[in-house]
């Protein structure tokens, strides 16, 4: 299976803050990755798929690039409603795979 | 409005069995792939299994593989996965997700889940 990495596994933020996330992959997946946002005690939500689209209804501040195995998740400028955990995940193949998580702290 | 509402989770000896079902609504559901995504007590997310969206081509976690599996009624808009030999590991919130209708390997909606709790 493939390993996505995620770093750094927390970050503590301010309001108005410029956050990047990585994620890697263990081999190749071109640019067949998801972005993922979850609040506590609800369900996941779609932020980009195929590691730059945005999805429908998704705010302009959240951004995605790479390809091959590295790739970001930018916030350019953090809101209230962005402290949250993030997930990156690939489709390349089954299984599909996660990677561990990001949490996005109030500083 | 677009829903997945799960159901059939519960209390489970190890080694015993569990059917839970994926009720979907708001969208024409033959139209998509759909699959099962878990979350263990403070853990991430750990996709379970998949199908398509005439039930011909199914996949799964290594994890569950040989003990699950997961099927689908069109006809009544359900999703489903059999679960069997549970283990302490299958602990988790069970989600059913939506495949996105463009890039069929993304997840566009996704139920609150249903609890699973594997336990002596």
Redesign the interface.
Known sequence: ?IRMTQSPSSLSASTGDRVTITCRASQGISS?L?W?Q?KPG?????LI??ASTL?SGVPSRFSGSGSGTDFTLTISCLQSEDFATY?C????N????????TKVEIK | EVQLVESGGGVVRPGGSLRLSCAASGFTFDDYGMSWVRQGPGKGLEWVSGINWNGGNTGYADSVKGRFTISRDNAKNSLYLQMNSLRAEDTALYHCARSHIVVAGAFDIWGQGTMVTVSS
């Not at chain 1, 995940?89 to 390349?92: F, K, R, T």
């Not at chain 1, 089954?94 to 998580?101: E, K, L, M, V, W």
């Open positions: 299976a067949y998801a993922y979850q609800k369900a996941p939500k779609l798929y195929a999805q997930y995940q690939q489709y390349y089954y299984p599909r795979t996660f990677g561990q998580g």
